[in-house]
């Protein structure tokens, strides 16, 4: 059955990397022993803020696979099928990867489960099952968690865009192997970026849905990341306290390049609700592809086959 999504019209190259794309989990593994707690020199608040994907990601992304687990029977599209397997395996990948931060920080002093044990709340009770009483009530409930999916999605993408294209990070001498997380990370995020939309649109064509979805995800995400921010201040055994989040100085910090614009996340917010929007709008299949080619542990993970 052909898919019921509209994609707008990209440049004849760029049309043919994206819809080349085989979405393949790479397996990649990082040394995190000389990893120190403030990665970025000298900014721990630089440092804690980009730390909070550490937080949300691994619990967000168990759900996202689980979900997607779930949708996998009411796809009519090979296609689209084996792009949801592909974003499965890729997702389960990286909550491995950020898991593996969350370790470290714990064997530095600096303990994440308090935090970690809310996010799972929110996903598990807030975002989870809603069991209905008929099947028609469940596929409902079950297209709202993917139209969920779609709109974070769109911001994980619009993040990864951003560490492609941050140079702000490496004049900070950003530790190495965790701006490499991070671009790994980011890359795949661009590379799979249209799946939950076009899953989404395959399940509900409809626009209202897309629209009120984004309107709970993007203020969610802001929730938990300022909770997330001051959780991270207040728990580094190294500050005692001492810093104290602030919109001044994460305006400083954003100035030097060190955090996303967030008037280019907001616009990019609404760009998502413009009818005829779609993800391939945001970033570069081709420069995801360039920095998979070129990332250090990308690159070992296909050595390893």
């Known amino acids: 059955m052909p898919r019921t999504t509209t994609v707008p019209a990209l440049a004849a190259p760029a049309a043919r990397v994206h819809e080349s794309l085989v979405l393949e989990p790479r397996d990649v593994r990082f040394d995190w022993a000389r990893l120190p707690l403030h990665w970025v020199p000298d900014e721990p608040m630089a440092t804690h803020i980009l730390n909070v994907l550490h ?17 996998l029977p009411l796809i009519r599209d090979e296609q689209l099928r084996e792009e949801v397997l592909g974003f499965i395996g890729q997702e389960a990948i990286h909550a491995e990867a950020h898991q593996e931060v969350l370790d470290h920080l714990l064997g530095q002093g600096l303990d994440p489960r308090p935090y970690v044990r809310q996010v799972a709340w929110v996903f598990q009770r807030v975002l989870g099952d809603r069991p209905g009483p008929t099947p028609a009530k469940r596929r409902e409930a079950l297209i709202e968690r993917v139209a969920a999916i779609a709109a974070i999605e769109h911001y994980t993408a619009f993040l990864g865009n951003w560490i492609l294209n941050s140079p702000g990070l490496d004049r900070a001498k950003a530790d190495p192997a965790m701006l490499d997380l991070l671009r790994w990370h980011g890359a795949e995020e661009v590379e799979h970026r249209s799946v939950a939309f076009d899953l989404l649109v395959h399940l509900d064509p409809g626009y209202v849905r897309r629209v009120r979805t984004m309107a709970m ?89």
């Open 55 to 71: 937080l949300l990601l691994p619990e967000g992304e168990r759900w996202f696979v689980k979900v997607f687990k779930e949708a």
């Open 217 to 305: 995800a993007g203020p969610l995400l802001v929730h938990l990341w300022v909770r997330g921010v001051r959780f991270l201040l207040a728990a580094d055994p190294t500050l005692d306290g001492r810093l104290r989040p602030s919109w001044r100085e994460a305006y400083r910090i954003t100035r030097r390049g060190l955090l996303p614009d967030p008037v280019k996340s907001i616009r990019s917010g609404l760009r998502y609700l413009r009818p005829g929007y779609h993800p391939t709008q945001e970033g570069s299949s081709s420069q995801a592809l360039g920095y998979l080619a070129s990332s250090p542990a990308a690159r070992a993970a296909a050595v390893r086959g």
